[in-house]
C-alpha cells in the first residue's frame, strides 16, 4: 500500500518536473525569475535604506519590511526563499544543457550553501541557542564579521550572476552546441 502510494506520489512528480520543463517551461522560468528579481529588489531597497537614506540598520527592513516589520524579522521568510530558489533550481534544471547547465550548476551549489547558512539561521532562533556565543543567530561567514545585510547581497549576487549567465547561455547557446542539441 505504502509503496503503491510512492509510486504513484513519484509518478506524478516526475510529470510535474517534466511539464515545468516542457510545455510550462516559459511561465514557469517567468515566475521563478519574477520572484528572484522581487527578492533582489526588496535587498537593494534595504541597501538603500542604509547607505542612502543614512537609516539605521534594525531600521532598515526593505519594502516589505515597512509593511509587515514582524514577517521579515522571521528567519521562516528567508528560510522558505532560501529553499524556493534551491528547488526552483532543481527542478528547472533538465531544461539547461551545456554550457547553460554548467552555469546553472554553479548556481545551484552556491544556493545550496546559501540554503546551508539559512537553515542555520532558523535552527537558532527555534532552539534560542546562537552559533559562536552570538547574541543573535549567526551565519557562518557572519562570523567572520560580515554585516548581514552586506553578507545577502553578496550571496544573492553570486547565486544571481551564474543563474543569469545560463540564461544567456540557454537562450543563445554556442554555435557548436546548437549543432548538439538539434
Known amino acids: 500500500m ?3 502510494s510512492y ?17 510550462w517551461y ?3 522560468m517567468q515566475v521563478f525569475m519574477a520572484i528572484i528579481i522581487a527578492h533582489w529588489a526588496e535587498h537593494l531597497f534595504q541597501a ?6 543614512h537609516w539605521p540598520r534594525k531600521q532598515a527592513l526593505g519594502a516589505l ?9 522571521s528567519e521562516w521568510l528567508h528560510y522558505g526563499h532560501a529553499l524556493f530558489m534551491l528547488v526552483g533550481l532543481a527542478v528547472l534544471r533538465p531544461s539547461m544543457v551545456g554550457k547553460a547547465r554548467v552555469w546553472w550548476n554553479i548556481s545551484f551549489g552556491l544556493q545550496f550553501w546559501h540554503h546551508i547558512e539559512h537553515a542555520l539561521l532558523l535552527g537558532q532562533a527555534l532552539t534560542h541557542k ?6 543573535v543567530p549567526t551565519s557562518v561567514l557572519q562570523s567572520w564579521g560580515v554585516p548581514r545585510i552586506e553578507l ?23 554555435t557548436d552546441q546548437r549543432q548538439i542539441s538539434a
Open 26 to 28: 516559459k511561465p514557469a
Open 2 to 4: 505504502i509503496n503503491q
Open 152 to 174: 545577502h547581497l553578496f550571496y544573492n549576487t553570486i547565486v544571481f550572476v551564474p543563474m543569469v549567465i545560463a540564461l544567456f547561455y540557454h537562450r543563445f547557446p554556442p
Open 48 to 53: 538603500f535604506q542604509v547607505y542612502i537614506l
Open 65 to 73: 519590511g515597512l509593511l509587515y516589520p514582524w514577517l521579515v524579522h
Open 7 to 23: 509510486r504513484q506520489f513519484s509518478s506524478g512528480l516526475q510529470a510535474f518536473v517534466y511539464r515545468l520543463n516542457g510545455q
Open 130 to 135: 546562537n552559533l559562536f556565543n552570538s547574541p
